[in-house]
Protein backbone atom coordinates (compact mmCIF):
# COMPACT_ATOMS: atom_id res chain seq x y z
CA UNK A 1 0.00 0.00 0.00
CA UNK A 2 0.77 3.55 -0.44
CA UNK A 3 3.18 5.13 2.76
CA UNK A 4 1.93 6.29 6.05
CA UNK A 5 2.64 8.48 8.61
CA UNK A 6 1.84 8.23 12.02
CA UNK A 7 1.29 11.10 14.20
CA UNK A 8 0.24 11.94 17.77
CA UNK A 9 0.58 13.65 21.47
CA UNK A 10 2.15 11.75 24.28
CA UNK A 11 2.34 13.08 27.98
CA UNK A 12 3.21 10.60 30.89
CA UNK A 13 2.81 7.72 28.36
CA UNK A 14 6.29 6.17 29.73
CA UNK A 15 4.38 2.81 30.68
CA UNK A 16 2.34 2.32 27.91
CA UNK A 17 4.38 4.08 25.03
CA UNK A 18 6.82 1.21 23.72
CA UNK A 19 3.92 -1.31 23.97
CA UNK A 20 1.47 0.77 22.36
CA UNK A 21 3.82 2.19 19.20
CA UNK A 22 5.08 -1.37 18.55
CA UNK A 23 1.14 -2.45 18.57
CA UNK A 24 0.54 0.08 16.00
CA UNK A 25 3.88 -0.10 14.01
CA UNK A 26 2.92 -4.07 13.31
CA UNK A 27 -0.64 -2.62 12.27
CA UNK A 28 0.65 -0.51 9.80
CA UNK A 29 3.14 -3.02 8.45
CA UNK A 30 1.12 -3.16 5.04
CA UNK A 31 2.48 0.25 3.78
CA UNK A 32 4.79 0.43 2.25
CA UNK A 33 7.03 3.16 4.42
CA UNK A 34 5.90 4.35 7.42
CA UNK A 35 7.27 7.52 9.10
CA UNK A 36 6.18 8.70 12.79
CA UNK A 37 5.97 11.95 14.27
CA UNK A 38 4.76 12.65 18.09
CA UNK A 39 4.50 15.83 20.36
CA UNK A 40 5.36 15.36 23.34
CA UNK A 41 4.48 18.34 26.79
CA UNK A 42 4.54 18.38 30.04
CA UNK A 43 5.48 14.55 31.01
CA UNK A 44 6.91 14.46 34.52
CA UNK A 45 7.99 10.70 34.08
CA UNK A 46 10.39 9.17 31.43
CA UNK A 47 8.41 9.82 28.32
CA UNK A 48 11.21 12.67 26.45
CA UNK A 49 14.40 9.94 27.25
CA UNK A 50 12.38 7.00 25.96
CA UNK A 51 11.27 9.20 22.87
CA UNK A 52 14.92 10.41 22.32
CA UNK A 53 15.95 6.28 22.59
CA UNK A 54 13.05 4.89 20.14
CA UNK A 55 14.67 8.52 17.42
CA UNK A 56 17.76 6.47 17.78
CA UNK A 57 16.48 3.22 16.70
CA UNK A 58 13.62 3.27 15.00
CA UNK A 59 13.67 4.80 11.47
CA UNK A 60 11.84 7.61 9.88
CA UNK A 61 11.02 8.12 13.88
CA UNK A 62 11.25 12.15 14.66
CA UNK A 63 9.37 14.20 18.01
CA UNK A 64 8.81 16.99 19.37
CA UNK A 65 8.97 18.21 23.33
CA UNK A 66 7.08 21.10 23.70
CA UNK A 67 7.96 21.30 27.89
CA UNK A 68 5.59 22.58 30.49
CA UNK A 69 2.49 23.98 28.49
CA UNK A 70 0.38 24.03 31.70
CA UNK A 71 1.34 27.84 33.05
CA UNK A 72 0.78 29.57 29.84
CA UNK A 73 -2.23 26.58 28.66
CA UNK A 74 -3.96 25.74 31.78
CA UNK A 75 -6.99 23.91 29.89
CA UNK A 76 -6.32 20.37 29.05
CA UNK A 77 -8.09 20.60 26.56
CA UNK A 78 -6.05 23.34 24.60
CA UNK A 79 -3.04 22.04 24.85
CA UNK A 80 -4.17 19.01 23.44
CA UNK A 81 -5.13 21.19 20.43
CA UNK A 82 -2.14 23.20 20.77
CA UNK A 83 -0.44 19.89 20.72
CA UNK A 84 -2.17 18.49 17.80
CA UNK A 85 -2.04 21.70 15.45
CA UNK A 86 2.19 21.05 16.30
CA UNK A 87 1.90 17.68 14.23
CA UNK A 88 -0.86 19.56 11.42
CA UNK A 89 2.02 22.32 10.90
CA UNK A 90 4.58 19.69 10.99
CA UNK A 91 2.51 17.57 7.69
CA UNK A 92 2.45 20.82 5.91
CA UNK A 93 5.52 21.39 5.88
CA UNK A 94 6.76 18.05 4.45
CA UNK A 95 7.52 18.52 0.52
CA UNK A 96 4.57 17.64 -2.14
CA UNK A 97 6.54 15.21 -3.28
CA UNK A 98 7.08 13.21 -0.34
CA UNK A 99 3.80 13.71 1.31
CA UNK A 100 2.58 10.81 2.38
CA UNK A 101 -0.82 9.42 1.22
CA UNK A 102 -2.25 9.15 4.27
CA UNK A 103 -1.86 10.20 8.10
CA UNK A 104 -2.86 8.20 10.82
CA UNK A 105 -3.54 9.89 14.27
CA UNK A 106 -3.02 7.23 17.07
CA UNK A 107 -3.18 7.99 21.32
CA UNK A 108 -0.61 6.11 23.09
CA UNK A 109 -1.24 5.86 26.84
CA UNK A 110 -3.18 2.09 26.49
CA UNK A 111 -6.04 2.73 24.19
CA UNK A 112 -4.72 0.70 20.70
CA UNK A 113 -3.87 -3.01 22.64
CA UNK A 114 -6.07 -4.67 20.52
CA UNK A 115 -5.34 -3.05 16.96
CA UNK A 116 -3.96 -5.72 14.23
CA UNK A 117 -3.10 -5.77 10.61
CA UNK A 118 -6.11 -7.06 10.08
CA UNK A 119 -8.45 -4.10 10.99
CA UNK A 120 -5.98 -1.87 9.39
CA UNK A 121 -6.49 -3.09 5.85
CA UNK A 122 -10.46 -3.59 6.67
CA UNK A 123 -10.69 0.40 6.06
CA UNK A 124 -9.33 -0.20 2.53
CA UNK A 125 -12.35 -2.46 1.29
CA UNK A 126 -14.27 0.81 1.13
CA UNK A 127 -12.73 3.99 -1.18
CA UNK A 128 -15.53 6.89 -0.85
CA UNK A 129 -14.11 8.32 2.67
CA UNK A 130 -11.76 10.93 3.85
CA UNK A 131 -11.73 9.82 7.48
CA UNK A 132 -11.70 6.52 9.03
CA UNK A 133 -12.31 6.11 12.76
CA UNK A 134 -12.11 3.21 15.46
CA UNK A 135 -14.52 0.78 17.18
CA UNK A 136 -13.90 -0.68 20.44
CA UNK A 137 -15.47 -3.90 21.31
CA UNK A 138 -16.99 -3.53 24.52
CA UNK A 139 -18.34 -0.03 23.60
CA UNK A 140 -17.77 2.87 21.36
CA UNK A 141 -16.30 4.94 24.39
CA UNK A 142 -15.57 8.50 22.78
CA UNK A 143 -18.55 10.41 23.05
CA UNK A 144 -16.99 13.58 23.52
CA UNK A 145 -15.80 13.56 20.50
CA UNK A 146 -18.51 11.91 18.56
CA UNK A 147 -21.47 13.60 16.49
CA UNK A 148 -24.32 12.15 14.95
CA UNK A 149 -27.48 13.05 13.96
CA UNK A 150 -29.30 10.66 16.06
CA UNK A 151 -26.55 9.03 18.53
CA UNK A 152 -24.71 12.39 19.85
CA UNK A 153 -26.08 15.81 18.31
CA UNK A 154 -24.33 18.24 20.57
CA UNK A 155 -21.43 18.12 23.12
CA UNK A 156 -22.13 15.63 26.03
CA UNK A 157 -21.08 18.00 28.42
CA UNK A 158 -23.08 20.08 27.72
CA UNK A 159 -26.08 17.85 27.87
CA UNK A 160 -24.84 16.46 31.13
CA UNK A 161 -24.63 19.91 33.20
CA UNK A 162 -28.38 20.78 32.01
CA UNK A 163 -29.20 17.54 33.45
CA UNK A 164 -27.33 18.24 36.45
CA UNK A 165 -29.32 21.47 36.72
CA UNK A 166 -32.26 19.87 36.82
CA UNK A 167 -31.51 17.14 39.44
CA UNK A 168 -33.58 18.96 42.67
CA UNK A 169 -31.78 21.09 45.29
CA UNK A 170 -33.61 19.89 48.31
CA UNK A 171 -31.28 16.61 47.82
CA UNK A 172 -28.27 18.38 48.28
CA UNK A 173 -29.23 20.58 51.38
CA UNK A 174 -29.11 17.40 53.48
CA UNK A 175 -26.39 16.21 55.48
CA UNK A 176 -27.39 12.44 56.53
CA UNK A 177 -25.71 9.37 54.55
CA UNK A 178 -28.73 8.35 52.73
CA UNK A 179 -29.54 11.79 51.11
CA UNK A 180 -25.85 11.58 49.96
CA UNK A 181 -26.13 8.35 48.66
CA UNK A 182 -29.98 9.13 46.30
CA UNK A 183 -27.90 12.30 45.10
CA UNK A 184 -24.95 10.99 44.03
CA UNK A 185 -27.29 8.51 42.38
CA UNK A 186 -29.13 11.18 40.75
CA UNK A 187 -26.06 12.55 39.88
CA UNK A 188 -24.97 8.68 38.10
CA UNK A 189 -28.09 8.52 36.28
CA UNK A 190 -27.28 12.06 34.69
CA UNK A 191 -23.73 10.66 33.70
CA UNK A 192 -25.50 7.65 32.67
CA UNK A 193 -28.30 9.17 30.10
CA UNK A 194 -25.37 11.85 28.59
CA UNK A 195 -22.20 9.61 28.28
CA UNK A 196 -22.32 6.09 29.49
CA UNK A 197 -25.42 4.63 28.03
CA UNK A 198 -24.38 5.96 24.33
CA UNK A 199 -21.55 3.83 24.41
CA UNK A 200 -23.20 1.84 22.44
CA UNK A 201 -21.38 -1.96 21.29
CA UNK A 202 -20.77 -1.86 17.30
CA UNK A 203 -20.49 -5.15 16.33
CA UNK A 204 -17.53 -5.84 14.15
CA UNK A 205 -19.39 -7.12 10.81
CA UNK A 206 -21.93 -4.46 10.87
CA UNK A 207 -22.26 -1.36 7.98
CA UNK A 208 -19.74 1.45 8.46
CA UNK A 209 -21.11 4.56 10.06
CA UNK A 210 -21.24 8.07 8.97
CA UNK A 211 -20.49 10.72 11.43
CA UNK A 212 -20.34 14.30 11.82
CA UNK A 213 -17.07 13.61 14.42
CA UNK A 214 -15.68 10.87 16.68
CA UNK A 215 -12.33 9.56 17.41
CA UNK A 216 -11.59 6.65 19.63
CA UNK A 217 -8.34 6.30 19.84
CA UNK A 218 -7.23 5.81 16.21
CA UNK A 219 -8.02 7.20 12.42
CA UNK A 220 -6.90 7.37 9.77
CA UNK A 221 -6.76 10.51 7.24
CA UNK A 222 -6.53 11.57 3.63
CA UNK A 223 -2.99 13.57 4.12
CA UNK A 224 -4.63 16.46 2.04
CA UNK A 225 -7.40 16.88 4.75
CA UNK A 226 -4.31 18.47 7.06
CA UNK A 227 -3.37 20.95 4.25
CA UNK A 228 -6.69 22.89 4.33
CA UNK A 229 -7.63 22.46 7.80
CA UNK A 230 -6.28 21.92 11.57
CA UNK A 231 -7.93 21.80 15.21
CA UNK A 232 -8.23 25.18 15.88
CA UNK A 233 -11.37 26.40 17.89
CA UNK A 234 -14.27 28.05 16.76
CA UNK A 235 -14.24 30.85 18.94
CA UNK A 236 -17.30 30.28 20.46
CA UNK A 237 -17.32 26.80 21.09
CA UNK A 238 -13.59 26.42 22.63
CA UNK A 239 -14.44 24.09 25.25
CA UNK A 240 -15.77 21.46 22.58
CA UNK A 241 -13.43 18.66 21.75
CA UNK A 242 -10.47 19.13 19.24
CA UNK A 243 -12.05 16.76 16.90
CA UNK A 244 -15.22 18.30 16.68
CA UNK A 245 -13.43 21.36 15.77
CA UNK A 246 -11.03 19.68 12.94
CA UNK A 247 -14.00 17.44 11.90
CA UNK A 248 -16.79 20.25 11.34
CA UNK A 249 -13.87 22.05 8.73
CA UNK A 250 -13.60 18.50 6.90
CA UNK A 251 -17.27 17.38 6.87
CA UNK A 252 -17.97 21.83 5.67
CA UNK A 253 -16.02 20.99 3.12
CA UNK A 254 -17.74 17.95 1.86
CA UNK A 255 -15.77 15.58 3.42
CA UNK A 256 -16.76 12.39 4.63
CA UNK A 257 -15.89 10.63 8.14
CA UNK A 258 -16.85 6.89 9.07
CA UNK A 259 -16.57 4.60 12.14
CA UNK A 260 -15.39 1.41 10.35
CA UNK A 261 -16.56 -1.51 13.02
CA UNK A 262 -13.90 -3.83 12.10
CA UNK A 263 -11.47 -1.31 12.50
CA UNK A 264 -11.21 -2.60 16.47
CA UNK A 265 -8.44 -0.73 18.44
CA UNK A 266 -9.63 -1.91 22.17
CA UNK A 267 -11.57 -4.27 23.86
CA UNK A 268 -12.42 -2.77 27.24
CA UNK A 269 -10.70 0.45 28.15
CA UNK A 270 -10.45 2.91 31.02
CA UNK A 271 -13.72 4.65 29.86
CA UNK A 272 -16.28 1.94 27.86
CA UNK A 273 -15.99 -0.03 31.29
CA UNK A 274 -18.11 2.54 33.03
CA UNK A 275 -20.99 1.25 31.02
CA UNK A 276 -21.12 -1.11 33.95
CA UNK A 277 -22.84 0.74 37.09
CA UNK A 278 -21.20 -1.69 39.79
CA UNK A 279 -18.06 -0.44 38.01
CA UNK A 280 -19.02 2.92 38.74
CA UNK A 281 -19.75 3.22 42.18
CA UNK A 282 -16.90 1.38 43.30
CA UNK A 283 -14.10 3.95 41.37
CA UNK A 284 -16.55 6.43 43.19
CA UNK A 285 -16.70 5.03 46.44
CA UNK A 286 -12.67 4.40 46.09
CA UNK A 287 -11.97 7.88 45.02
CA UNK A 288 -9.74 9.18 47.84
CA UNK A 289 -11.61 12.49 47.45
CA UNK A 290 -15.47 11.07 47.87
CA UNK A 291 -16.87 12.46 50.60
CA UNK A 292 -19.08 9.11 51.57
CA UNK A 293 -15.76 6.78 51.19
CA UNK A 294 -14.24 9.45 53.75
CA UNK A 295 -17.50 9.05 56.12
CA UNK A 296 -17.53 5.26 55.68
CA UNK A 297 -13.66 5.38 56.40
CA UNK A 298 -13.59 7.46 59.83
CA UNK A 299 -16.52 5.14 61.22
CA UNK A 300 -14.48 1.75 60.28
CA UNK A 301 -11.27 3.56 62.02
CA UNK A 302 -13.49 3.98 65.40
CA UNK A 303 -14.97 0.18 65.05
Not at 48 to 70: E, T
Amino acid sequence: MSDILLVGTVSNVEKSLKYDLIKVLNALSSFKEISVFLVESDSTDQTSKLLSNFASQIPNFSFLSLGNLKPNIPDRIDRIRYCRNRYVSYVRNIPNNELPKYIAVADLDGMNKALSKKALVSCFNKNDWDVVLSNQKFGYYDIFALRHKKWQPNDCFTELEELKRKIPLKNSNKTNLISKIKLNWAYDRARNKAIYSKMIRIKRYSPWIQVNSGFGGFAIYKSQLFLQHDYSANSALTKESEHVALHNKIVSSGGKIFINPALINSNFNTYNINRIFFIREIRRLTNKDNKVFIFLKRILWKL
